[in-house]
């Protein structure tokens, strides 16, 4: 990942209309729980759900990053900008699982802020289950700006770099 990162293996970068098949395959190697904590729903084959978020993207007011290990996308970060409000967005990572818990989720969280903010947001948003520890841990590590408890759901407001 450019030397800079802790994976020079891996490679960083935009997604393209090429990697939809990848994609689609590493959220089908998911565990249940990684799939249930990514989407809030269970479901037995994620393919609708990616190939839908994968037709948004049009790098403007959507965009994703993938990490590619090989002919694998080991990871993949999103933004969505809000409608109401552009200079913010909601944000979602997904990482393979024999990657997770690996650092991986904290180089993706900052290249996903970066490129945030190079599209003029400078306020990213995320909904993660409250009990998923993996997911407000890597918050912590980043600095949530604010973090707000409802129910079964943490929604964490984030201040891209300037």
């Not at 994609?23 to 990684?34: C, E």
């Not at 912590?140 to 700006?145: D, Q």
Request: hydrophobic share 40%; proline share 6%.
């Amino acid at each position: 990942m450019n030397g800079r990162y802790p994976f020079p293996e891996l490679t960083l970068r935009v997604v393209d209309s090429s990697d939809l098949e990848a994609v689609v395959a590493t959220y089908r190697g998911l565990s249940p729980q990684s799939i249930y904590r990514r989407f809030f729903t269970l479901t037995p084959d994620p393919a609708p759900l990616v190939r839908h978020q994968f037709s948004l993207i049009d790098h403007r007011d959507h965009e994703a990053l993938v990490v590619i290990d090989g002919d694998e996308v080991v990871g993949i970060a999103h933004w969505d900008r809000a409608g109401c409000c552009p200079d913010e967005a909601e944000i979602a990572i997904t990482i393979a699982e024999n990657w997770q818990r690996r650092g991986l989720g904290r180089v993706l969280i900052r290249a996903l802020a970066g490129d945030a903010h190079r599209h003029g947001i400078d306020t990213l948003t995320a909904t993660v289950l409250a009990d998923n520890r993996a997911a407000l841990g890597l918050a912590a590590k980043n600095g949530p700006s604010e973090v707000h408890m409802q129910g079964p759901e943490a929604h964490l407001v984030f201040k891209t770099a300037s």
